[in-house]
């Protein structure tokens, strides 16, 4: 099954000169070349030799980059631009920043943040500031917005990397996080379809399920697509996700055990995705890697399977030359027909010309010149708007003690119990700059060292605690990132040594800069405050409110209460 393109029409936009371009390079093509173009793997890192192997092996279409140092990404986009007769799309993971695609990058803010402040301008800036940071290396692809819904607060991939939970939030959020990063001449890529956040699971180890109905899908979820689709969403990218009810619904003749994700899913992507939501842009699988595909068939029916199913690019590879391999024999068995394969080219070099990388390789300007890297990461501006976002974001769930706020001059003694800090992107270490602007604020801290006292906290008095120290903050950076199951506190063993088993003898204060949901783990927690980020900009704001320099305005995109009324008192 095949569908019609229309390359003048949304969201290629192209002329008759960029058509030609496209039917001209298609037809000049090999079978090979074409089956390299469908290709989006993850690139090794900056060796020349490295990248010049994957070159050789799959001639792809695309490639994406985690961060690296700016120059280094810089220099190996440009030799990847230099060796390509075609040129490539090039991708990164621009969720919360310039930082997802340069180690210098402005670790802007998850998306969750922006929500909080209520002002669409802030996720704006974040698509700005992401796109400028990313173009100076030669990006051209954002792998974002996330315009997934946080329904489940078990979820542990999709949490702060959303804008919550409210379908006109999300629409709005990511409707102005596009448009900044559309400014900057750099195609976003819309992501999960067809909704995560619903299961408590993570696709990155098993295919996962979003549970709505038909028509509450229609309702939240699909509307969200519909309207991103119609504001000029380049792409979309595919998680490995099913959704009985729509599947269903499209093959009544489906029973349960043969669904499958949505990348696999010819109902979901032909079906729901270009038919229901009329999207002609160019469909990309998320990860293929991932526990959510590899578990669905055999890596050699699924990898050929992907693209006849209906997906144009396939994101990543276990090992290159065989699903190089298992594509072509795909095509050869007749799994995947030249039809299906010419449709799947033609919106990828739809893009190609959409974002003028055919005039802009002519011309020697796919990668940016190095000062462009000091230009951008020397704009003061993109600093203040982070900071903005975080003042304006940072939340005070509850203060039923009326802990808040503190004064160095008298509660000068903190103790600090930090949470999750290892994990994440870019949150590594960020309790270290928190207490830095504790004791910069005037304080004394102290952070519990969870190995010392294994066994010694039996010990420990009540006299002593409330005699040695003033309050005491719960520091929790807990991230969502791949390949976990939970999103929770982890107490330490032998009975929890880290728990606040004096949380009615001194202040106690909670602060979460990963994920919101806290109280679930913590519900006697009498004070919260969310930051959703644990950017510079974000704890130096924090901070500020703890001590009254600033109010508290962000507003909870989500229910950090967790549905439970224990938690609220």
């Known amino acids: 099954m095949t569908n019609k393109i229309d390359l003048h029409a949304n969201p290629f936009y192209l002329t008759d000169e960029d058509i030609r371009w496209v039917e001209e390079t298609k037809e000049n093509m090999s079978t090979e070349e074409k089956v390299g173009q469908l290709f989006c793997p993850i690139a090794p890192g900056p060796d020349k030799a490295a990248l ?8 792809p279409g695309g490639m994406m980059f985690r961060a690296l140092p700016s120059k280094e990404i810089q220099g ?40 909080a402040t209520g002002d669409t301008v802030h996720a704006y800036h974040l698509g700005k500031v992401s796109a400028a940071e990313g173009n100076a290396t030669g990006c051209n692809w954002a792998f974002s917005p996330i315009v997934d819904r946080n329904v489940n607060y078990l979820n542990p991939i999709t949490n702060v990397r959303t804008y919550g939970d409210d379908t006109d939030t999300v629409i709005a959020m990511s409707k ?7 400014e900057e001449g750099m195609a976003v890529a819309i992501k999960h379809f067809p909704g995560d956040g619903m299961d408590y699971r993570d696709q990155h180890l098993h295919p996962t399920i979003n549970s709505c109905s038909a028509e ?35 093959n009544p003749d489906l029973a349960l055990e043969d669904l499958l994700p949505a990348t696999l899913a010819p109902e979901l992507l032909q079906g729901l995705l270009r038919e229901h939501l009329g999207f002609n842009g160019l469909i990309i699988t998320d990860a293929t890697p991932m526990g959510g595909f590899t578990n669905a068939m055999s890596r050699r029916e699924s990898v050929p399977h992907a693209i006849a199913a209906g997906c144009d690019m396939f994101l990543f590879n276990r090992n290159m030359a065989e699903d190089f391999q298992f594509m072509l024999d795909g095509l050869n068995k007749g799994l995947l027909t030249e039809e299906r394969l010419d449709e799947a080219v033609t919106r990828i070099l739809a893009l190609k010309a959409h974002l003028k990388l055919h005039l802009r390789q002519k011309n020697g300007t796919l990668v940016p010149e190095e000062s462009a890297l000091q230009e951008v990461l020397g704009r003061n501006e993109f600093t203040e708007w982070a900071e903005d976002a975080a003042d304006k974001a940072a939340t005070l769930v509850k203060d039923t003690q009326n802990a808040l706020p503190l004064n160095p001059a008298t509660q000068k003694r903190l103790l600090l119990y930090v949470f999750g800090d290892e994990w994440g992107y870019f949150g590594n270490g960020s309790a270290k700059l928190f207490k830095s602007l504790l004791e910069d604020a ?39 990132a791949s390949n976990k199951s939970t999103l929770r506190m982890e107490w330490n063993w032998p009975m929890a040594s880290n728990m606040p088993w004096f949380i009615h003898d001194l202040p106690v204060i909670g602060v979460a800069t990963g994920s919101p949901y806290l109280l679930q783990d913590m519900p006697a927690l009498k004070t919260l405050v969310n930051g959703y980020t644990a ?6 704001a924090i901070v500020n409110k703890l001590v009254g320099k600033s109010e508290f305005v962000g507003k909870s995109p989500i229910d950090p209460f967790c549905g439970m009324w224990q938690t609220k008192f």
């Open 176 to 182: 102005a996080f596009s448009k900044g990063v559309q």
């Open 535 to 540: 950017a510079p900009a974000m704890l130096k």
């Open 216 to 250: 509450e899908w229609d309702e939240t979820y699909g509307e969200i697509y519909r309207q991103l689709i119609a504001a000029g969403a380049e792409s979309v990218m595919v998680g490995h996700i099913l959704q009985p009810a729509w599947q269903q619904k499209i």
């Open 76 to 115: 190996a986009q440009r030799y990847l631009q230099e060796k390509s007769a075609v040129p490539l799309l090039l991708a990164a993971n621009l969720e919360a920043g310039g930082n997802g695609v340069m180690s210098e990058g402005t670790y802007f803010g998850y998306p969750m943040e922006m929500a």
């Open 52 to 59: 010049q192997d994957v070159l050789d092996t799959l001639h």
């Open 442 to 480: 005037g304080f004394t801290v102290d952070v519990f060292d969870k190995e010392a006292m294994r066994f010694a906290y039996i010990d420990i008095k009540r006299a002593d605690i409330v005699k040695q120290y003033d309050a005491v903050i719960y520091y929790a950076n807990i991230e969502p």
